[in-house]
């Protein structure tokens, strides 16, 4: 197989070492200064202090029977961080794909690192894997600190709920390609990343249960795969009425996987080709 430049195809063995060179970078540059992980931790939680507040204001003996009308469990709290620590992950492929490619544009490097012998989609994967490593590191230990703080305590199956975020994830990746294509065509992040990823958690229910929505929103939501994972994975950890059963839910998210997968990488390569033709790709 031709690679687009006329390069020959890399064996699997380099194109797994230059992902790991990507991810390698990345992983050191962002523990070079550590107080980031500090405050990716403790931001959260200054930031949903005032929601653990307001939880306990609309509830009785600490129990918010009004909110379990709707999502079948009066834990508040614990609704809302699983969602929050859900939603970091969106933000990190985002973010790693988009704002990613936006700083080469910046720099100028962009053209250059586009002409080395590995696939595009690629060097954009690596851009993320550490960036959802890192996510993974300070959600657990902000959900640690949450526990102390606002009795963070999930009583259901955690394995079960790790698996099922696994296809989620993997197919917020097509989302991940899709998005960072349309930031070569567009050549802006910030806008797009704020944007988009505000939509995704609000449609998706991050911070309350989509049925609260008005009835002629709730179809957007129901047609985005990642309110099923965000579903599934609270139907897992703290008993919440799911919105179909759980196995429905999972069958969704796997074929949202390979779909979403498919989908962005032709997105991607079309609208990669379209920028190159058009002599835009290193233009900001």
Same mark, same amino acid.
């Given at each position: ?8 195809? $890399? ?6 070492? @230059?992902?790991? #060179? ?9 523990? +070079?200064? $550590? ?8 931001? $959260? ?11 306990? @204001?609309?509830? #009785? ?6 909110? @379990? ?21 969106? *933000? ?22 586009? &002409? ?5 989609? &690629? ?36 394995? @079960? ?18 998005? #960072? ?5 567009? +050549?802006?992040? *910030? ?81 990669? +080709?379209?920028? +190159? ?5 290193? #233009?900001?």
């Amino acid at each position: 197989m031709v690679h687009p430049i006329g390069l020959s195809q $890399p064996s699997r063995r380099s194109a797994l070492r @230059a992902l790991f #060179a990507i991810t390698g970078k990345n992983w050191r540059q962002f523990w +070079r200064y $550590p107080l980031n992980a500090v405050s990716q931790v403790l931001q $959260p939680v200054v930031w949903l202090t005032p929601m653990y507040f307001m939880g306990q @204001a609309f509830s #009785a003996n600490g129990q918010a029977q009004g909110f @379990a009308g709707y999502s079948g469990t009066t834990d508040y709290m614990s609704f809302i961080l699983i969602g929050y620590a859900l939603s970091n992950f969106i *933000n990190a492929v985002f973010w790693g794909m988009g704002y990613a490619l936006k700083n080469d544009m910046d720099a100028g490097v962009l053209e250059s690192n586009w &002409l080395a012998p590995v696939p595009r989609p &690629l060097l954009l994967i690596g851009h993320t894997l550490s960036s959802l490593t890192i996510t993974a590191i300070t959600s657990l230990l902000m959900l640690a600190v949450a526990a102390v703080l606002f009795g963070f305590r999930p009583t259901g199956n955690v394995l @079960a709920s790790v698996l099922t975020v696994l296809p989620m994830l993997i197919g917020l990746y097509g989302f991940g390609f899709i998005f #960072a294509a349309v930031v070569l065509l567009m +050549r802006e992040a *910030n806008t797009l990343v704020d944007m988009t990823s505000f939509l995704v958690q609000i449609f998706s229910g991050t911070d309350f249960p989509v049925t609260a929505l008005p009835k002629w929103l709730l179809p957007v939501s129901l047609l985005l795969p990642l309110t099923y994972g965000f579903d599934a994975v609270r139907g897992w950890l703290i008993g919440t009425t799911t919105l179909l059963p759980i196995g429905v839910e999972i069958a969704l998210l796997l074929v949202f996987m390979v779909v979403m997968i498919a989908v962005g990488l032709r997105v991607f390569a079309r609208l990669e +080709r379209h920028v +190159r033709t058009t002599g835009t790709l290193g #233009a900001h």
